[in-house]
Every structure is written in C-alpha cells, then in structure tokens.
C-alpha cells in the first residue's frame, strides 16, 4: 500500500496535490530546492483549510489533521541526507517546470537517493511519459499521475502508462487515486493524454480568434459559457491554467504530431513573453489585480 509521498515542487500543483494527499489521509512530504518554498505552500494550504472551515465544510480539528500529513522539507536530498525523514518514500510525484530536460534531470538524481520500492510519477501535462522514465534505472515502476487544478477539489486524475510501466505499477497507482476520493482514467501514452489533447487547442484557437479580431475576451468566454454550455469560457480557463503551460503543452503537440493545426498562436507566445500569465502573475487575458 502507498502510504509515503513525497512531492516535488512546491507550486500551484505540488502543494494542490500534496494537500490533496494529505486529505485523502496519506503522508505527504512536499519538496522544493527554492529555499523556504515549501513552507510558503503549507501556509497556502492552511489558508485554503480556512476558507473550508468557513463554508461549514471541515471542522479546525480536520484542518489540524491534514496539516500534521504534510511535512514541509526544502531540497528534495533532505531525505537522503537523513536530515527530515528517511528514504522510506512509496512514491514520488514530480510537479516541476514543464521541461523535459529539467525533470530527467530530477529523476536521474531521486532514482539515486530513493530506495528501489518507490515509485516515480510525473505530474506533466503532456510530456513523454516514456521517454522521463529513461532517466532512471527504473522505466517499469514509471508511470505518469496527471492531476488537474485545483487538485484538492478536480476528481480526474489520468494515469499514464508509459511503455515500459508494469501492471502492478499502474494498479497501485489506480487504486491510490481512488483511495484519495478521485476518479481515475486510463491513459495509453500519447501527446497531450485525453484532456489537454482536446482542450488545449481549443484554448490556443480562442486565442486566434481574440488576435484576428474576432471578438472581446469577455465576448469570445460569454459565447462559449452560454453556447457551449461550458462553466468557464476558454480564455479564463487558459489563465487559470497558466499561459506558460498551454504554450508548453501547445508546443508538445507540434513537436510530437508535426501537424500545422497545432501551431501554438503567435498572440500566445507573446503574452508568455511579455510576463502575463495568467491567475499567478495577476494579468493574462484577464486582469486580476483588484
């Protein structure tokens, strides 16, 4: 039974999923090589606790509970040094960049510092499941674990099999997901998963249609929110997302398919240029200053 979690990266997602582990009645041991990172993100999570507590949802002793699952560590190597906890981690989720250099890097390192029982899963929206696990000495017990935001309360969870993933790696991490009270579907590797394969580019052609002239932003949401039947219109989800990575995913699909339609949109491009990335840096399409 997984039991152990270690998280790392201490962003939106690690601590959405570390806290999310933590409710779901699990160990989760969040880790970020930013100093005082993973500190910060327990803060959030208490904050987050608070606002539950006061919609009636959870009582102050079920916020103490999830925050004594949840230790907060700053490099990841605390644990081989011995200096927080020991090495005995069941699984490890990664919830870095999405860059695929940057993350083989990090599980070529955690493939040296965790015992052989741990499982490596890699939280990505649309990267290589198969071509992360290369980096480690274990491709079988690989496999992706893609949450989505806000994890403590979306309930999919795609769980990637990369080709090399055994089957009782996949079953655990199955039965995991449905321990943590959410709902797990089943991914065969391929670019961009189920979800962001057909969502992104429908997100990316908003996009197109806000940088021709279309219409509005508000215009082009209100049309989608109230045509489609969608609870949120694409180009807020986008900024809820983050513009950074529905260009990283947009650059996924173009690589991997080669097919013009995935062309991420030039206007796109430009606000991940100019800083403006949505919820997180306080302007995207949207202004969220005031």
Do not use: W
């Not at 160990?27 to 990172?37: F, H, N, R």
């Not at 927080?84 to 490890?92: E, N």
């Not at 209100?222 to 986008?238: I, N, R």
């Amino acid at each position: 039974m997984i039991e152990r979690i270690l998280v790392v990266g201490a962003g939106t997602m690690g601590s959405g999923i570390a806290q999310a582990i933590a409710e779901g009645g699990r160990q989760a041991l969040l880790a970020d090589a930013i100093p005082g990172a993973a500190e910060k993100a327990k803060g959030r999570i208490a904050v987050s606790l608070d606002k539950a507590i006061a919609k009636g949802k959870i009582t102050p002793d079920v916020k103490e509970a999830v925050l004594g699952r949840i230790t907060a560590l700053g490099d990841f190597k605390e644990i081989a040094a011995g200096t927080a906890v020991d090495a005995a981690v069941d699984l490890v989720i990664e919830a870095i960049t999405e860059n695929a250099a940057v993350k083989k890097e990090l599980f070529s390192e955690l493939d040296k510092v965790l015992g052989p029982q741990a499982i490596f899963a890699s939280n990505t929206s649309a990267l290589s499941v198969t071509e992360l696990a290369r980096a480690t000495s274990r491709p079988e017990r690989f496999i992706g674990m893609h949450f989505f935001n806000p994890a403590p309360i979306m309930k999919l969870v795609e769980i990637i099999r990369g080709a090399d993933t055994a089957e009782g790696t996949f079953e655990a991490v199955r039965v995991l997901a449905e321990q943590l009270g959410k709902t797990p579907v089943t991914v065969n590797e391929a670019p961009g998963f189920v979800v962001n394969r057909l969502l992104v580019p429908m997100i990316n052609e908003a996009v197109y249609a806000l940088m021709e002239g279309v219409a509005s932003a508000e215009d082009i949401d209100t049309a989608m929110k109230l045509g489609a039947g969608h609870p949120m219109g694409p180009l807020a989800l986008a900024d809820m997302i983050g513009l950074d990575v529905c260009l990283a995913i947009m650059e996924a699909l173009d690589a991997e398919f080669g097919d013009p339609k995935y062309r991420p949109c030039p206007l796109l491009r430009k606000m991940v240029r100019a800083g403006r990335l949505g919820r997180k840096s306080g302007r995207g399409f949207f202004d969220y200053h005031q």
